[in-house]
T-cell receptor, first 119, second 114 residues
Framework: EAGVAQSPRYKIIEKRQSVAFWCNPI?????LYWYQQILGQGPKLLIQ????????DSQLPKDRFSAERLKGVDSTLKIQPAKLEDSAVYLC?????????????????FGNGTRLTVT | AQSVAQPEDQVNVAEGNPLTVKCTYS??????LFWYVQYPNRGLQFLLK??????LVKGSYGFEAEFNKSQTSFHLKKPSALVSDSALYFC????????????FGGGTRVLVKP
């Protein structure tokens, strides 16, 4: 099966500019996640979608970050305006399902990420 | 709140020797536990998981992990390490009582020397 696709692979922007990342999950995966991985740290969940609805966005800095998953398939993550501390790898992941009883054991499948450098 | 601790930033081991990567967790309910591996410039790859049942879980590439409820640990092990096992390893926990949110540890870099 095709894996999780992300683009672009790399992005360099200046602070206060805006940037958008795209993710196409594995076909049939209802749950989609965006993680932020700062160098030397573990991934931190930004937002989780179940189909096209938001399940958890408690750690998303909503003053500058936004995400959508129209039609419950592809997703975009946007940062506007970017700050220096946003430099990180942004990972998209998908899983069959999550949130229902007995379904929390579905492993996540990750894309290769987008490495963002804010100068 | 759930959390995961990986106490070692780096583990060095000689090829052919056993490898252990430590992980402890904290959850309010029953945990689902996972190990992922990350190679340079790549996303995370799933290695194995513990959901219920046998405390010893076998996964990909010869890795296994042992769930220890009393010590709240889920250490990753491999009997004989390969140079190609050199990578970054992440432990993660999911707590059904916390809405199935997956929380990762800070990662452990494994360096296997020939």
């Amino acid at each position: 099966e095709a894996g999780v696709a992300q683009s672009p692979r790399y992005k360099i922007i200046e602070k206060r500019q805006s940037v958008a990342f795209w993710c196409n999950p594995i076909s049939g995966h209802a749950t989609l996640y965006w993680y932020q991985q700062i160098l030397g740290q573990g991934p931190k969940l930004l937002i989780q979608f179940q189909n096209n609805g938001v399940v958890d966005d408690s750690q998303l800095p909503k003053d500058r970050f936004s995400a959508e998953r129209l039609k419950g398939v592809d997703s975009t993550l946007k940062i506007q305006p970017a700050k220096l501390e946003d430099s990180a790898v942004y990972l998209c992941a998908s899983s069959l399902r999550s949130g229902e009883a007995g379904s929390g054991n579905s492993p996540l499948h990750f894309g290769n990420g987008t490495r963002l450098t804010v100068t | 709140a759930q959390s995961v601790a990986q106490p070692e930033d780096q583990v060095n081991v000689a090829e052919g020797n056993p490898l252990t990567v430590k992980c402890t967790y904290s959850v309010s309910g029953n945990p689902y536990l996972f190990w992922y591996v990350q190679y340079p410039n790549r996303g995370l790859q799933f290695l194995l998981k513990y959901i219920t049942g046998d405390n010893l879980v076998k996964g990909s590439y010869g890795f296994e992990a042992e769930f220890n409820k009393s010590q709240t640990s889920f250490h990753l092990k491999k009997p004989s390490a390969l140079v190609s096992d050199s990578a970054l390893y992440f432990c993660a926990v999911r707590d059904k009582a916390a809405g199935n949110k997956l929380t990762f540890g800070g990662g452990t870099r494994v360096l296997v020397k020939p």
